[in-house]
């Protein structure tokens, strides 16, 4: 099933609560922040260690897929209430990104890697 | 193309560049908070009415592409990372949802909304 | 009180607990986003109007004044296990930003505004 | 100097150049959110030990520097907005905390304190 079914249900589901109101643009991103911020909770006095074995323990496990999918919920209102197509964005992205880092010169290098976070 | 299908993309780009030593689940959740953040800037000194023609200004709204492409992209490279179906994750959630939120006791109700957002 | 009389505060706080060992860096930094996104929860369903008006409201005043301070704890966890200065680092960008944006010039130019916000 | 010494040079600041129309409640924790973002993406590639010694780099440790002076003025702008006594909030937490996870029972117990980040 793809993207656009997806917002489908997410759509149908604010609108039979008369909430669809509250999914401006500035709401959603700020829902948006908010359920990174949950996300980051999961993780924050986890080792790498610990962090890198999350999904082996039931209960953890099951919160981390819970927090994926609310970020990726408002991530999928925001792009429909926008009228962005998600998938069409992404591919341009990482076309932009292929010119930006050619795979040779990137290779391994952890300063140029830094320098295209802080350039996006 | 589904979401599987997209995340083989990212993967593949990291791989070739030797990325992938980096993608960690914290360092991704980071990544994603910054991207968040990212966006959010877009949006912060609009007014609503701003906001919601943002699409309207081609700068903007390339800016806007951009950024919702790069958190979807770091969305994606963790779910992938911790081996969680996004697809999977997003409907069980709306399961969750549909129980804790029925639409008749919910309609129009912005206290329950959010009650809702602070419970999840 | 100053700063660093709050910064000993929390920082016996974790000591007593035994917990300055989760307090690195990265931790501290996705705890902040946690936080951060703990307080944008509380204003996202708001209208401007009510987000104006938030802490007329005791309830929602005091979870305010929670996640506040919350975002500021943290912060000054960060600060102080990097050594950074808090107030000698927001004079010197104050100083910085008074170069950079010379009233006269950005005074009501909201797009020089958002130029600003990018540059930082 | 004081956090509201500090508050009135922000304040000033943004008298100056008619910047205080845009520091809305909710425009602030959007500006918040884009911060910590920033700060999230100088240490997200970072492993633990590079982490640590982020501050021995010259030019990393400017940027952390002016990306924490960012966080905590738009903390302290917002704060000020409404009318929050930062430190009287934060000592107030700090009261609360004492009381939810005693020295004795917390100690060393990252169990109770992810539970404590939970509950925050």
């Keep these: 099933m793809g993207i ?7 759509s149908a589901f604010a609108e039979e609560r008369d ?3 509250f999914h401006t643009p500035k709401n959603l991103v700020m829902a948006l922040s908010g359920e990174v911020g949950e ?4 993780f924050q006095w986890l080792t790498s ?7 082996e323990d039931p209960e953890r496990a099951e919160a981390v897929r819970q927090e994926l999918a609310d970020v990726f919920s408002y ?8 009228d962005v197509d998600l998938e069409e964005a992404l591919r341009a992205k990482v076309a932009i990104n292929e010119t930006r880092y050619p795979a040779d010169r990137a ?7 830094t320098a295209h976070q802080r350039g996006t």
């Design 39 to 42: 996300l980051a909770a999961e």
């Design 49 to 55: 260690e610990q962090a890198a074995q999350v999904m």
């Design 107 to 113: 290779r391994g290098n952890a300063l140029k890697y």
């Design 75 to 82: 991530l999928l209102r925001l792009a429909d209430v926008l």
């Design 19 to 21: 909430w669809a109101q």
């Design 4 to 10: 656009s079914s997806l917002q489908a249900i997410l």
